[in-house]
């Protein structure tokens, strides 16, 4: 029994500790996002295409991390289940 309740809470440890890097990581990237729109709105001499390519490339950067996310939860859920046990 005491195997079982050591699992529980390493698996615990390890989805609390992947999440909240994941929460930090999407705060920076909120706020670098803020900046570079703020600095690219100053640039009057920035073409249209290069304000673009930097706004696609934010925005990939955020789906990958939203998709890596979604990993994780899937990943745990199996866990979770055993968890409620």
């Known amino acids: 029994m005491e195997t079982n309740v050591i699992a529980k809470q390493t698996l615990q440890i390890y989805y609390a500790a992947l999440t909240k890097t994941l929460d930090t990581t999407m705060a920076v990237q909120d706020q670098?996002?803020?900046?570079?729109?703020?600095?690219?709105?100053?640039?009057?001499?920035?073409?249209?295409?290069?304000k673009r390519a930097i706004n696609d490339w934010i925005e990939a950067c955020r789906n990958q991390t939203a998709a890596i996310r979604s990993v994780v939860d899937e990943g745990f859920k199996p866990f979770r289940l055993y968890d409620e046990e």
């Open 32 to 50: 670098s996002q803020k900046i570079m729109e703020t600095v690219l709105n100053q640039a009057p001499g920035m073409p249209v295409e290069g």
